[in-house]
């Protein structure tokens, strides 16, 4: 099961030498350790762009992995491939799965309201105006609860709901 690392990446080889050892000192179940087995080829797979195989990868930790907390990142891990393909409606159901089991994940916000800002654009570039004010609202909420739970992050984001009147300064945090 363990996947070919053909990435000779320093970091990549440390980071699989150290699950390694966790995976073997970690007092858990062996499905647990098989779920977090996948988990990690599966963000190998993605780091190299390997999305096909990074997602049969999540989706078998998925099936193994009963944590609702360690569920909600291969939620959100499935997320970011889907948005990167482009499939921002899939992306949202992922996202939105991941907060329905840690509603304290900021980058599912942070990555949500993205969606919803691009959708915006888009929206204002047809000159569909009622349609960008209704996505711009969305990623605004959504960049508020990101930045409430990571009030140093986000600096774009923050500064974007200032110069559009979305958020007073002092109400940031």
């Known amino acids: 099961m363990p996947r070919f690392q053909k990435n000779d990446n320093f970091i990549d080889k440390t980071f699989t030498v150290l699950a390694d050892i966790v995976l073997k000192v970690l007092p858990a179940s ?5 779920a ?18 990074a997602l049969e990868n999540y989706y078998e930790a998925l099936r193994l992995e009963e944590d609702p907390y360690d569920r ?4 959100y891990n499935i997320g970011l491939i889907y948005a990167s393909n482009g499939e921002y409606i899939k992306a949202l159901e992922y996202y939105h799965q991941a907060l329905d089991l840690n509603s304290r994940l900021p980058p599912a916000l942070n990555n949500i309201a993205v969606i919803y800002h691009y959708q915006g654009v888009k929206a204002s570039e047809k000159k569909d105006l009622e349609t960008a004010r209704t996505m711009f609202d969305k990623a605004a909420e959504y960049w508020k609860q990101a930045i409430r739970l990571a009030p140093n992050n986000y600096i774009e984001a923050q500064n974007w709901l200032k ?11």
């Open 72 to 75: 909600s990142y291969i939620l």
């Open 36 to 53: 977090f087995s996948y988990y990690r080829d599966g963000m190998s797979a993605q780091s190299e762009g390997e999305y096909a195989e």
């Open 30 to 34: 062996k499905q647990e350790k098989e």
């Open 163 to 173: 110069t559009t009147g979305r958020m007073a300064s002092e109400s940031l945090y």
